[in-house]
């Protein structure tokens, strides 16, 4: 049985190629953090190896020994990311995968991040990618495709894990995980459709004060001038020179709790994300007109994006900074022009 929760989509399509035996020898897992591509991959693995009848049965020695990272024939590749995946890497791979399966019947090497692989280490496992061993299969996991080369994409199987719906997530924590009723409800709405936060989230307190601080920072910002705001527009960018995953997050959260601004402002305060915060958004949702509210939704959609087409950093946040309108204070409830 397939492990992963959701993305039925692909488990059918992966199980298909399986049975028809036409599965292609390199995968291309897109979507974002968390939203379960390494689940995703390692079962795609045991399904590969698996003795049992119906694979993979998550039963058998193989799928047990994939499930805990000890199988000899399964590989997976991942660096942090402030590093490349670099041509060492790949060429101990291509060593790897030039041995026969040891354990299993096929070589399974998972690329985590694969957005992190250097030109020359794309390059060289290009060479793989066009002639693969027998037995041995790739499977790339990447957060943004279009960091990879062309040449790299157009030899992988494309399948792509679309963020799961609230209610999956929910049900999930809960009959999965154990997690109780209340806290799966919230986490299942912070956790924008990617189960593996969620599930850290239930039990890690620091994921959670960390969203806490994040979002401090954000409505502290919208009372403050020019100079504090630069002086964090630096400090972020120079944050994401060592680590992109981390102001896109920020930015994404920052996403997520003006949307719930505009969904508060337009009454439709069920659909909120940020269920574990509505007092706080009625009444910052009071300091900002529609209008503005719609408008810097905008500006984090345009700025997450040109970070994503590598724009200078300090730039796109600095514009950003300036677009952050000032919350007028509370008590003052006649909406004035802008
Ligand atoms: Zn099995």
């Given at each position: 049985?397939?492990?992963?929760?959701?993305h039925?989509?692909?488990?059918?399509?992966?199980?298909?190629?399986?049975?028809?035996?036409?599965?292609?020898h390199a995968?291309?897992?897109?979507?974002?953090?968390?939203v379960?591509?390494?689940?995703?991959?390692?079962?795609?693995?045991?399904?590969?190896n698996?003795?049992?009848?119906?694979?993979p049965?998550?039963?058998?020695?193989?799928c047990?020994?994939?499930?805990?990272?000890?199988?000899?024939?399964?590989?997976?590749?991942?660096?942090?990311?402030?590093?490349?995946?670099?041509?060492?890497?790949?060429?101990?791979?291509?060593?790897?995968?030039?041995?026969?399966?040891?354990?299993?019947?096929?070589?399974?090497?998972?690329?985590?991040?694969?957005?992190?692989?250097?030109?020359?280490?794309?390059?060289?496992?290009?060479?793989?990618l066009?002639?693969?061993?027998?037995?041995?299969?790739?499977?790339?996991?990447?957060?943004?495709?279009?960091?990879?080369?062309?040449?790299v994409?157009?030899?992988?199987?494309?399948?792509?894990?679309?963020?799961?719906s609230?209610?999956?997530?929910?049900?999930?924590?809960?009959?999965?995980?154990?997690?109780?009723?209340?806290?799966?409800?919230?986490?299942?709405?912070l956790c924008s459709?990617?189960?593996?936060?969620?599930?850290?989230?239930?039990?890690?307190?620091?994921?959670?004060?960390?969203r806490?601080?994040?979002?401090?920072?954000?409505?502290?910002?919208?009372?403050?001038?020019?100079?504090?705001?630069?002086?964090?527009?630096?400090?972020?960018?120079?944050?994401?020179?060592s680590?992109r995953?981390?102001?896109?997050?920020?930015?994404?959260?920052?996403?997520?709790?003006w949307?719930?601004?505009?969904?508060?402002?337009?009454?439709?305060?069920?659909?909120?994300?940020?269920?574990?915060?509505?007092?706080?958004?009625?009444?910052?949702?009071?300091?900002?007109?529609?209008t503005?509210?719609?408008?810097?939704?905008q500006?984090?959609?345009?700025a997450k994006?040109?970070?994503?087409?590598?724009?200078?950093?300090?730039?796109?946040?600095?514009?950003?900074?300036?677009a952050?309108?000032r919350?007028?204070?509370?008590?003052?409830t006649?909406?004035?022009?802008?």
């Amino acid at each position: 049985m397939w492990q992963v929760v959701g993305h039925e989509r692909a488990v059918s399509l992966l199980d298909h190629s399986l049975k028809s035996e036409k599965l292609p020898h390199a995968y291309l897992f897109v979507g974002p953090k968390h939203v379960g591509k390494m689940t995703l991959a390692l079962n795609l693995a045991q399904a590969l190896n698996c003795d049992g009848e119906e694979k993979p049965c998550g039963q058998c020695r193989q799928c047990l020994r994939i499930a805990t990272g000890r199988h000899a024939d399964v590989h997976a590749i991942a660096v942090n990311d402030r590093t490349e995946i670099g041509i060492d890497h790949i060429r101990e791979m291509q060593h790897e995968a030039s041995l026969k399966p040891f354990e299993g019947r096929n070589r399974v090497f998972i690329i985590d991040g694969a957005e992190h692989l250097s030109h020359e280490a794309s390059n060289c496992l290009l060479k793989t990618l066009e002639e693969p061993p027998p037995n041995v299969n790739i499977i790339l996991l990447t957060v943004n495709e279009r960091l990879l080369l062309p040449t790299v994409l157009s030899r992988c199987q494309r399948l792509e894990l679309r963020p799961l719906s609230t209610s999956v997530v929910e049900q999930a924590l809960i009959h999965r995980w154990g997690v109780p009723q209340e806290r799966a409800r919230v986490l299942a709405r912070l956790c924008s459709g990617c189960l593996g936060w969620a599930v850290a989230a239930a039990t890690d307190e620091g994921l959670l004060s960390k969203r806490g601080e994040r979002l401090a920072t954000l409505t502290h910002l919208a009372t403050v001038g020019r100079g504090e705001r630069f002086t964090y527009a630096a400090e972020l960018a120079r944050q994401f020179s060592s680590n992109r995953e981390s102001v896109q997050e920020v930015l994404s959260l920052w996403l997520g709790w003006w949307r719930d601004l505009m969904l508060t402002k337009g009454g439709s305060g069920d659909f909120i994300t940020n269920v574990d915060r509505e007092e706080v958004l009625h009444s910052e949702a009071k300091k900002y007109s529609l209008t503005q509210i719609k408008g810097f939704i905008q500006s984090l959609q345009q700025a997450k994006e040109q970070l994503e087409h590598n724009a200078n950093p300090r730039l796109v946040l600095e514009v950003l900074m300036l677009a952050l309108p000032r919350g007028k204070e509370a008590k003052e409830t006649t909406p004035s022009k802008i």
